[in-house]
């Protein structure tokens, strides 16, 4: 099992930036990504970005590109999202996920923090 805690959202104004982290805990030397999901009220969830959990390559959704940056901190298990020239429409609950390398899918999904980009 492995248990993740996402944690830095809030409010902030258009242009802005926010750091999100989600910490994993549990058996983390089985897992194989992990990777940030976003879904905005009366939107179905979508891929944000993720980080392979060995090799530390990356992978973002198009949309994200040039704006957020994921990264993980070994010593800490914990991966990070950075999000700048924050949006409007950038406004969602944002979720962190793992998937382990047993699993075909992610597994282990956080309870979600919220971002809302506001003046």
């Known amino acids: 099992q492995v248990q993740v805690v996402e944690s830095g959202g809030g409010l902030v104004q258009p242009g802005g930036s926010l750091r999100l982290s989600c910490a994993a805990s549990?058996?983390?030397?089985?897992?194989?990504?992990m990777g940030w999901f976003r879904q905005a009220p009366g939107k179905e969830r979508e891929f944000v970005a993720r980080i392979n959990w060995s090799s530390f390559s990356t992978y973002y959704a198009d949309s994200m590109k040039g704006r957020f940056t994921i990264s993980k901190d070994t010593n800490r298990n914990t991966v990070y999202l950075q999000m700048n020239s924050l949006q409007p429409e950038d406004t969602a609950v944002y979720y962190c996920?793992?998937?382990?390398?047993?699993?075909?899918?992610?597994?282990?999904w956080g309870q979600g923090t919220q971002v809302t980009v506001s003046s």
């Open positions: 549990g058996r983390t030397f089985s897992l194989y990504r």
């Open positions: 996920a793992a998937q382990a390398r047993v699993d075909s899918d992610y597994k282990y």
